[in-house]
């Protein structure tokens, strides 16, 4: 008996626990829902604003010298003199460094004395042809008086043209001596290394030094690098999306940590014509003016890029901007009625938080914070107004500034 009372009293306390259960499932109900969608949301609001808007692109790179070599010998020999240090500018023509020349000069002048022997021998050819004429000339004469025979006259004739075969030998030679005698004077001239008067710049520095004096060089060991740093290139790379924007001559404004307050003007100059498969960006060359020489290759720098630009655009916040069943638009609020309407926007130009509307035309105030509870046409608490409780909406008005 008793254990049936229990269990009356366990069915009993369970039936209890589910009405109510289903009391309270009952008031939160779809009314319940209902009425709550219709309560007020407190929202934090900005002005539409006519301003100007630049659609910008940032990217990273680095910069080049516009041009760089390096000077090396083309001999081999001992390094005598190095005339440049690091950092020193210099100009076209400029002498940089001397090889130990004795052995070349001493080359230069055994060639100018074979070609005085080639030219002497050459002079007596020509002496010698010239006498060998006159015999034939002779012989000739006299075979026309019945006095020289026949054989005499062939013999001067045979002797003239192994002359004149040994006058052209000896021209050759002469030929042959001189191109030796000038390829020396170049070995020798190539003991001392210049900088090259082609491709003259303004502002060429040293930029390596490579060895000292003493050393032994071979032909094409580097002794400095030069490079040109009145104009840079900065390279940078863009990605798929932004290479069609990209034209020659586009202004970019370039800045770097090295001068966190100055800003250098620069121009696209070149543009690859691929974009690299693995990476899928493509290379663009800025071309900068470094009059002060403050900057210098091999710099960090960040470039910008303007691509297009609006002076009297209506823009927004970015946070203002939500979807609604698909649709992109901005809730503008009436602030005498107190709600909030859904409008379908179409955007132009992002830059950073500000979007530019292109259409329709908007003005007054768009919902920015909050704008995730609402619907078309629902209630809103504006800045400074109070709740139904009676407590203060705690949110603040946006300026809207761009």
């Given at each position: 008996?008793?254990?049936?009372?229990?269990?009356?009293?366990?069915?009993?306390?369970?039936?209890?626990?589910?009405?109510?259960?289903?009391?309270?499932?009952?008031?939160?109900?779809?009314?319940?829902?209902?009425?709550?969608?219709?309560?007020?949301?407190?929202?934090?609001?900005?002005e539409v604003k006519k301003s100007v808007i630049r659609d910008?692109?940032?990217y990273t790179g680095s910069l080049y010298p516009v041009s760089e070599f390096t000077l090396a010998p083309k001999i081999s020999?001992?390094?005598?003199?190095?005339?440049?240090?690091?950092?020193?500018?210099?100009?076209?023509?400029?002498?940089?460094?001397?090889?130990?020349?004795?052995?070349?000069?001493?080359?230069?002048k055994q060639a100018q004395a074979e070609l005085e022997?080639?030219?002497?021998?050459?002079?007596?050819?020509?002496?010698?042809?010239?006498?060998?004429?006159?015999?034939?000339?002779?012989?000739?004469?006299?075979?026309?008086?019945?006095?020289?025979?026949?054989?005499?006259?062939?013999?001067?004739?045979?002797?003239l043209k192994t002359q004149r075969a040994k006058l052209k030998v000896a021209e050759a030679q002469v030929l042959q001596k001189e191109a030796a005698f000038n390829a020396a004077k170049i070995r020798l001239s190539y003991a001392r290394i210049h900088v090259p008067e082609r491709n003259n710049g303004d502002h060429r520095v040293v930029g390596e030094r490579f060895v000292d004096e003493g050393a032994l060089l071979s032909p094409n060991n580097p002794i400095v690098s030069i490079l040109d740093i009145g104009r840079l290139i900065a390279v940078v790379h863009v990605i798929e999306r932004d290479y069609?924007?990209?034209?020659?001559?586009?202004?970019?404004?370039?800045?770097?940590?090295?001068?966190p307050v100055s800003t250098f003007k620069g121009r696209v100059v070149r543009i690859a014509p691929l974009l690299?498969?693995?990476s899928r960006q493509a290379r663009v060359e800025i071309e900068i003016l470094n009059e002060d020489l403050l900057l210098k290759p091999g710099m960090f720098v960040r470039a910008q890029l303007e691509f297009d630009r609006r002076e009297d655009a209506t823009v927004i916040p970015l946070a203002s901007i939500v979807k609604r069943n698909d649709e992109q638009g901005v809730f503008?609020?009436?602030?005498?009625k107190k709600t909030a309407r859904f409008v379908p926007v179409k955007t132009g130009i992002i830059s950073g938080s500000i979007a530019e509307v292109l259409d329709p035309e908007l003005e007054g105030w768009v919902v920015t914070l909050g704008h995730h509870l609402l619907e078309d046409g629902g209630a809103i608490i504006v800045p400074g107004e109070a709740t139904a409780d009676g407590s203060s909406a705690h949110n603040l008005r946006q300026t809207g500034k761009s």
């Amino acid at each position: 008996m008793k254990k049936f009372v229990i269990a009356v009293l366990l069915i009993a306390g369970a039936a209890f626990l589910g009405w109510k259960i289903y009391e309270k499932a009952s008031a939160s109900g779809p009314d319940s829902q209902a009425s709550r969608s219709r309560a007020a949301v407190a929202v934090e609001i900005a002005e539409v604003k006519k301003s100007v808007i630049r659609d910008v692109g940032s990217y990273t790179g680095s910069l080049y010298p516009v041009s760089e070599f390096t000077l090396a010998p083309k001999i081999s020999g001992r390094l005598e003199k190095i005339l440049v240090h690091i950092g020193d500018i210099v100009k076209p023509g400029q002498l940089v460094a001397a090889l130990d020349d004795e052995e070349y000069r001493q080359q230069l002048k055994q060639a100018q004395a074979e070609l005085e022997v080639s030219r002497a021998e050459l002079q007596e050819k020509k002496d010698t042809l010239e006498n060998a004429r006159r015999e034939y000339q002779r012989t000739v004469a006299l075979r026309e008086k019945k006095i020289a025979s026949a054989s005499q006259l062939d013999a001067a004739d045979a002797q003239l043209k192994t002359q004149r075969a040994k006058l052209k030998v000896a021209e050759a030679q002469v030929l042959q001596k001189e191109a030796a005698f000038n390829a020396a004077k170049i070995r020798l001239s190539y003991a001392r290394i210049h900088v090259p008067e082609r491709n003259n710049g303004d502002h060429r520095v040293v930029g390596e030094r490579f060895v000292d004096e003493g050393a032994l060089l071979s032909p094409n060991n580097p002794i400095v690098s030069i490079l040109d740093i009145g104009r840079l290139i900065a390279v940078v790379h863009v990605i798929e999306r932004d290479y069609a924007r990209m034209k020659p001559a586009l202004e970019a404004v370039i800045t770097t940590d090295a001068f966190p307050v100055s800003t250098f003007k620069g121009r696209v100059v070149r543009i690859a014509p691929l974009l690299k498969e693995k990476s899928r960006q493509a290379r663009v060359e800025i071309e900068i003016l470094n009059e002060d020489l403050l900057l210098k290759p091999g710099m960090f720098v960040r470039a910008q890029l303007e691509f297009d630009r609006r002076e009297d655009a209506t823009v927004i916040p970015l946070a203002s901007i939500v979807k609604r069943n698909d649709e992109q638009g901005v809730f503008v609020a009436d602030e005498d009625k107190k709600t909030a309407r859904f409008v379908p926007v179409k955007t132009g130009i992002i830059s950073g938080s500000i979007a530019e509307v292109l259409d329709p035309e908007l003005e007054g105030w768009v919902v920015t914070l909050g704008h995730h509870l609402l619907e078309d046409g629902g209630a809103i608490i504006v800045p400074g107004e109070a709740t139904a409780d009676g407590s203060s909406a705690h949110n603040l008005r946006q300026t809207g500034k761009s």
